[in-house]
């Protein structure tokens, strides 16, 4: 495995922290600073609101995800040496690319399930002011995108990590089979630096069924915030 001090990603990205004035915390990178998972940086910074995508087992082929790596491997590989903006945005595209196959509605899409939807939500807003604040959120029929502000004492990971062990058990359970695996391992998570973005993403959330064809207006769509805010 390579040495994580020599990724020309993390480097970027404790560059970007330095100038923002966020701290390294060596101690505990889950909590605040920086810590790799996989095969991208993941950055922490306690107080901070996180765009969160988290997807199930069967929703993105192993053969189609390394397809998406090596394209963006080929264009990286073209870059001249420095070209940090262009970098970035070859980043950002194989991002695109996994959200677009996402918006397909490949494999099972358990979550289309009405009983499996709604535990998963049930799930979310339990610990709204309990362990997070949730903003704009949605259950699309094989991934689920948050934007979520942890509360103290509370990492990103460990609310993961205890939000996907409770729903895969009980989703299993209501689909009557044993042992087999329902979320991806990996998540995607992004720290929002700024209310621009974070305006920006709370957009994409909201519109992500229209853009999967699933309905003609977010508020259609019944398992997401923008359903229960019309209901307000």
């Known amino acids: ?137 949605v259950v699309m029929p094989n991934h689920v995108h948050l934007l979520l502000w942890p509360l103290p004492n509370f990492t990103l990971s460990d609310i993961l990590l205890s939000h996907k062990r409770h729903t895969a058990r009980q989703a299993n359970l209501i689909l009557g089979r044993t042992g087999n695996a329902f979320w991806q391992h990996e998540s995607y998570d992004h720290w929002i630096r700024d209310d621009q973005e974070k305006s920006r993403i709370r957009r994409y959330i909201r519109s992500n069924p229209v853009a999967a064809g699933l309905c003609s207006v977010p508020e259609e769509w019944r398992w997401s915030s923008a359903f229960l805010s019309k209901e307000k």
């Open 1 to 137: 495995m390579a040495d994580p001090e020599s990724n020309p990603g993390l480097d970027r990205t404790r560059h970007a922290l330095r100038v923002s004035g966020v701290p390294r915390d060596d101690r505990n990178p889950l909590r605040s600073g920086i810590h790799t998972r996989g095969y991208l940086p993941h950055v922490k910074r306690e107080g901070a609101s996180y765009f969160v995508t988290f997807r199930l087992a069967d929703s993105l082929p192993q053969n189609v995800l390394l397809g998406f790596k090596r394209q963006q491997a080929e264009k990286l590989r073209a870059l001249a040496p420095g070209a940090q903006t262009a970098r970035e945005q070859i980043d950002r595209e194989f991002r695109r690319q996994i959200e677009r196959y996402l918006d397909r509605g490949v494999g099972a899409c358990q979550l289309k399930r009405p009983e499996v939807a709604r535990m998963v939500v049930e799930a979310l807003r339990h610990f709204h002011e309990k362990q997070y604040l949730l903003d704009e959120w």
